[in-house]
């Protein structure tokens, strides 16, 4: 599987991992289990969107923009500066060549939590490296945040490639501390001063949150609006190599007050190298960005505008060293020397009156940041009291689920921070939170074990009632005979008296836990490059994948053990073997490279709820229990056992 497909890094976790739970539920109480449908429709799509492909990036563009003589660029008289600005939180550095942003290091993450020292992704305890948040690809393409698109060809090539004056900077470093804020303008004009661009920033030293006004004007007339880009692939640069849990850069957007589109450059980046392609969409923006698993970068404008547009772009680079690809290529040692990546861009409408303020945040995706930053912006700005900026959404909470992950992800991450002020180890917090989770769920799976010891029981009368059905049946009795219906009863009361919808709770409720862990390990800064035994990072996968192997033979073993439904067939005893040695096998393939912390919580929950299986199956154990009441020894009734269980003695 090539790393092209990183697009389905959390959606097919959600798919393999929800098609496991129906899989169990399904087949566990109903013989033979229904088809999955063929087509889950995972990518439709809910807001109108056009797919255009292009060789260059601004030819899209419609808006008319008044005629005006531009110089030309070998015309540029101004020297070319380099801006640093650095605050305790980050650093920043602007080129006056279109006023462009360069480079943009974080040093800090700081909340009410407290302060934690950011360092990129292939830093070790030994060896520390920045956390650069612009792409070097990006700035070899020149796409890079702040750049300004129009529709005019040449206009625009004034606008982004020549050099501005800048005033509000001494020298060529602005040190900021405390609550100190600083203005700085890049200003360029023509020579007759008909044609004019200015972008105003203000820069504040506690916050991550900067101030843009842009001011456009070509032959004495305004232009009333433009797109001001972010990206392309703003995120983590350390990362070596994308996988299905280590995502390429994503454009995340609210549209029409509350929607969010989410959109990953795979999803209609176009097959050829270096070609552009581009996706309109329609609805008025809130605010729009592009970020990775933990930082972002996203444009608030002043009001709701229409006009987003994203652009992505397909490269190829040349591995460092011959690295494996997946599972297979782990299996089969397999190497790959080159790796096909994606730089993404959103094109952000802004008003560009120089006096409206788009607000440019640069940040973790850290949730108690987000909700943080989010009110501070809405009143800035002068959001109403029921459409607040939410900039929390940057964080994904699979779809439709996050009514019930996202309430559920975020006392996790709290609980797990707690423990770890007690442990110093967030190791060690997955798992004392994971054995308090699975002894509360100890006397559900205790009520489980009996429902299906009953169901066991009831089996031999089950099968003899089924099979008189069909005698029956085949004779053409109606279905209104009362021989008929009082099978019929008979069968409903053993069926109710097992209570086998009893016995789904514990694995239902372990559902949302599981995405909601996944969650709470992906967007919380805390696991981040925290080690654990031989671990480096539990936000990263199992160098050696020691975890994999371990967790998927500890669910197979689990799962002999469980007691599930008595098979009452040769067929149904087959479905339960295949989903006793499939079901692993499966799941380490959809786990293979996941979360070290997720890993961790899944293996001890196995282990711990082993355990406590092993415990029931002694408490229950009697001398009547048939021979098909676990998985592991599930086998089908002979016609001697059936009639010695309906005997009268029985």
Known sequence: MSPNNNSQNQSRFFTAVMLSLGVLLLWSYLFPPPKPDANTNANTETTQQQTVTTTSPDNNQSQQIPAGTLPNADQDSIPNRVISVKTPLYEAKFDSRGALVTSWVLLQNKTQKGEKPLFNASSTKDEKHPLELISAEAIKRRDIPLKLSTGDVNFDAFLNDRNYQVVGADGDQIVLNGDESRKVDFILRDASGQTEAVKSLTFHANGYVSDLQTKLVRGGQAVPSAKLLIGANIGDQGIKRYTYY?????????????????????????????????????????????????????????????????????????????????????????????????????????????????????????????????????????????????????????????????????????????????????????????????????????????????AARNAPKMKDLQDRLKEMQAKKIPADDPRMRELQMEQLKLTKDAVPLGGCLPLLLQMPLLFAMLTAITISLDFRQASFMWLPDLSAGDPFHILEFAFAGSMALSMLFTPTAPAMTPEQQMQQKMMTYMMPLMMLWVMWGAPAGLLIYWLAGNVIGFGQQLLINRLNKSKDDPPTATTGNSRSLTKKEMKATLSPSS
């Open 246 to 454: 280590a995502i390429e850069p994503e454009a995340v957007a609210v549209v029409n007050n509350d929607s969010v589109e989410r959109h990953r450059s795979t999803e209609f980046a176009d097959k050829t190298n270096d070609k552009v392609t581009i996706k309109q969409i329609n609805g008025t923006v809130d605010w729009a960005g592009i970020g990775d698993t933990y930082f972002a970068m996203a444009a608030i404008p002043a009001q709701p505008l229409s006009g987003l547009e994203l652009q992505t772009v397909k490269y190829q680079v040349q591995l460092d060293e011959p690295r494996t690809n997946g599972i297979w290529g782990f299996i089969t040692g397999e190497k790959l020397t080159t790796e096909d990546r994606h730089l993404i861009s959103a094109y952000v409408p802004i008003q560009t009156d120089g006096v409206s303020t788009t607000k440019l945040y640069v940040g973790t995706k850290d949730h108690v940041l987000l909700s943080e930053v989010s009110p501070q912006i809405s009143q800035q700005i002068g959001r109403p009291a029921d459409h607040p900026i939410d900039l929390d959404k940057f964080i994904n909470y699979y779809g439709w689920l996050s009514v019930i992950v996202r309430p559920i992800a975020i006392p996790i991450s709290w609980t797990l921070s707690s423990l770890s002020e007690l442990t110093h180890s967030y190791g060690i917090s997955i798992l004392l939170f994971t054995l308090l989770f699975y002894s509360l769920l100890f006397p559900m799976r205790w009520f489980q074990s009996k429902s299906f010891k009953k």
